[in-house]
């Protein structure tokens, strides 16, 4: 079957040619045929030279980047992506380790796969689709992950009903695609977590830190520990773990705050030393009687696009700001900023500003970032969304 072709203006080509692989619907002269939402497109020059295939979206991103060779889309491609991501964590230890069954299997553009997002929970993968050409080929891909993983796998859950773009002409449900899954819980590093894929955020835990909550571990022992915005408790059992004397996990969510309380339990039952508040970050901290040594602000998105950047920094910058100004002297400070469209240089010079107006000695520790199952392709830069910052306060 013959593509549709997309045209580009003169001289437009020029980031395909450095591989990038987003083309905006600006860089479009014009389409030989009626698209939907979600159609295989070739991509040609101005001088209808192929260039590239991929999916066709309605948005300021008109086409994500499949492949920049002229092959066919077929079963055979899928699998063979799927299969090479695969590789890749089974090359970082992650498919066969006796401690950890949690991880990244899909990155987006990291992984050539625009649009899809793969997490595996033991012997459970959910799948988040945010392209409506993604959706489209979920099944395929179902078929291509059962064949990659073979006995590996029992159950495939597709979690694309709030990712998938608002105005698309689908009705998008959770649920299972294939398979049952007989339980909820995982492992990291020898801690055990509920994965709440089916109501929680993401696709029901964040993989993403599991080095930084290592890392953190190693700074816990005797110390008093804050853990904001603290979703399903991932740091507060690492720093129960590490020997904290003292663990308070604050989180907005009620319910963030049950599956927190069950980590917990789950790998400390009856332990004294934790205790978790359904509240306010900002309203939190105003408050704290408690002089905390160690502290992890690890918010939400603030900036999820490049109009709210301003007012997102000057969030993060009155959040670090409390944070510095209360931690105790020779306390640690882990900071982050999950919001792609804030740079690096960006975010430190937030972070910064926020030392300078406590006026208190800070330095920084380490430079932190995602791990290497979220791999960022050299192409594509944007795909660094997470950064971090372990300081320390005198």
């Given at each position: ?11 437009k080509e020029q980031s395909l040619k450095r591989f990038h692989p987003w083309i905006f619907s600006g860089a479009i002269k014009n389409v030989n045929a009626e698209l939907e939402e979600g159609d295989l497109v070739r991509v040609h020059d101005s001088h209808d030279n192929f260039l590239a295939i ?114 698309a002409n689908v009705q998008p449900e959770n649920g299972f695609l294939w398979g049952k899954s007989t339980s909820h819980i995982a492992k990291e590093n020898g801690l055990l977590f509920q994965a709440d894929w089916e109501k929680g955020q993401k696709t029901g835990f964040f993989v993403d830190q ?185």
């Open positions: 079957m013959q593509l549709p072709v997309v045209y580009l203006k003169p001289v991929g999916h066709y979206q309605i948005g300021s991103i008109a086409v994500r980047v499949l492949s920049f060779k002229d092959e066919t889309i077929d079963d055979a491609f899928w699998q063979r992506k799927i299969r090479v991501a695969y590789e890749i964590r089974a090359a970082m230890g992650l498919t066969s380790s006796e401690t950890t069954n949690a991880f990244r299997l899909v990155h987006g553009e990291g992984d050539g796969l625009p649009g899809l997002i793969v997490d595996v929970y033991d012997q459970t993968a959910v799948v988040q689709m945010h392209t409506v050409g993604m959706y489209r080929c979920r099944n395929v891909l179902a078929d291509a992950l059962k064949d990659v993983f073979g006995d590996k796998l029992t159950a495939i859950y597709d979690k694309s009903e709030g990712t998938l773009p608002f105005k599991r080095e930084n909550r290592a890392l953190l571990e190693k700074y816990s022992a005797n110390r008093k520990v804050l853990n904001m915005f603290c979703y399903t408790g991932g740091f507060s059992f690492y720093a129960m773990r590490g020997g904290a004397k003292m663990v308070h996990s604050v989180d907005s969510s009620e319910r963030a705050v049950e599956l927190t309380n069950q980590n917990v339990e789950l790998n400390f039952p009856g332990d004294i030393r934790h205790s978790s508040f359904a509240v306010d970050a900002f309203k939190f901290m105003e408050s704290a009687k408690e002089k905390y040594d160690l502290m992890v602000l690890d918010p939400p998105a603030f900036a999820k696009h490049l109009k709210v950047i301003k007012n997102a920094l000057q969030g993060y910058k009155r959040l670090n700001a409390k944070a510095i100004e209360m931690i105790a002297p020779g306390g640690i400070l882990f900071t982050f900023s999950c919001s792609q469209v804030i740079s690096k240089e960006a975010f430190r010079t937030m972070v910064f500003s926020a030392a300078a107006r406590s006026g208190r000695n800070v330095r920084i520790l380490h430079q932190l970032d995602q791990p290497a199952d979220h791999p960022v392709s050299i192409y594509h830069p944007e795909g660094e969304y997470l950064k971090g910052l372990v300081l320390y306060v005198e």
